[in-house]
């Protein structure tokens, strides 16, 4: 008896000695930590990966105080590829392809993410029905572009976008809750340059504090007015990385919304190289021999 209460009470301080250095740690991270560390967990779900997406978009409208569709929401399937680059694998190459509705089978966008500052990310879209490659901007606010859709949705590629924080002013407003989650709200302003080429003055984010996944982000303009806005949902470990597996962004201008869903997501994949380039994009044959080697390597 003496002995299991002596164990039970030698573990809890074990436990105790080892908590709450580990707590404290936590709460003493900077907002550009915070980031540092949301956006290590970003990268790793499309290093060495091969994920399959389900993809709906929608005119929203609210119903008893819930966001639902007003329409029959446009619904692809898509299948992406990606593998890290550079120092610590912080640049990103990735490929996504449609593979249905069966109209849009093949299109495909080519995206290369670079961690520098100095270097502007590169998109390519492929168009199957045209048969050509076109190069999507980055985005300005200085004329009507707008960054690129990723096939039609409201998810842009500056959305998708990681590293680049020296060009934000990253400021940790406060810990506050989201969904039941514990989290950092955390604010991002771009510096004159990098404004240059956003629609967005200010982002914020609500971090979860344990998972390091977004719950939810805030999307604001010049004239501070909330223009977008995402939302993580179904958290889970996926490959052992934390992963929102259904995010929704909802574009308050338009009252659009789109959802993108993880259906599988496979990392330690082996990619070669020469898949991430615009070959993939043109060439249906190569692209489908490689795809079916990489799907072979998680079958």
Not at 20 to 38: C, F, H, N, V, Y
Not at 106 to 128: C, K, P, Q
Not at 137 to 143: F, L, R
Not at 242 to 266: C, D, K, P, Q
Request: one cysteine or more; proline letters at 2%.
């Amino acid at each position: 008896m003496h002995g299991n209460i002596f164990s039970k009470g030698l573990i809890s301080l074990v436990a105790a000695l080892f908590l709450i250095p580990l707590q404290g740690i936590a709460q003493d991270l900077s907002g550009r930590e915070i980031m540092e560390k949301l956006e290590d967990n970003r990268r790793a779900t499309s290093n060495s990966a091969l994920s399959r997406m389900q993809l709906s978009t929608c005119k929203f409208g609210v119903r008893e105080g819930k966001i639902s569709c007003a329409e029959r929401p446009r619904v692809k399937s898509l299948e992406s590829v990606g593998k890290g680059y550079g120092v610590d694998l912080k640049d990103t190459r990735s490929v996504a392809i449609l593979l249905d509705p069966p109209a849009e089978r093949g299109i495909g966008m080519l995206s290369f993410v670079y961690d520098e500052g100095a270097r502007d990310n590169e998109t390519w879209l492929y168009l199957s029905a045209l048969g050509r490659v076109k190069r999507i901007a980055s985005g300005s606010s200085d004329d009507e572009t707008e960054p690129g859709s990723m096939f039609g949705s409201e998810f842009t590629t500056e959305d998708q976008d990681t590293g680049k924080l020296d060009e934000y002013e990253i400021n940790l407003l406060e810990e506050t809750t989201e969904a039941g989650r514990e989290v950092w709200k955390i604010e991002t302003i771009p510096n004159e340059e990098r404004a240059r080429q956003s629609r967005y003055s200010r982002t914020v984010l609500y971090v979860d504090k344990e998972r390091f996944v977004e719950l939810r982000i805030e999307m604001y303009d010049q004239y501070g007015k909330e223009i977008k806005r995402m939302l993580g949902a179904r958290v889970e470990l996926m490959n052992g990385i934390w992963v929102a597996r259904s995010t929704t962004i909802m574009n308050l201008v338009t009252n659009r919304l789109s959802n993108m869903a993880f259906l599988e997501m496979h990392t330690g994949i082996d990619v070669p190289d020469e898949f991430l380039t615009q070959r993939t994009l043109t060439d249906a044959a190569f692209r489908e021999t490689e795809l079916e080697k990489l799907r072979a390597q998680i079958d």
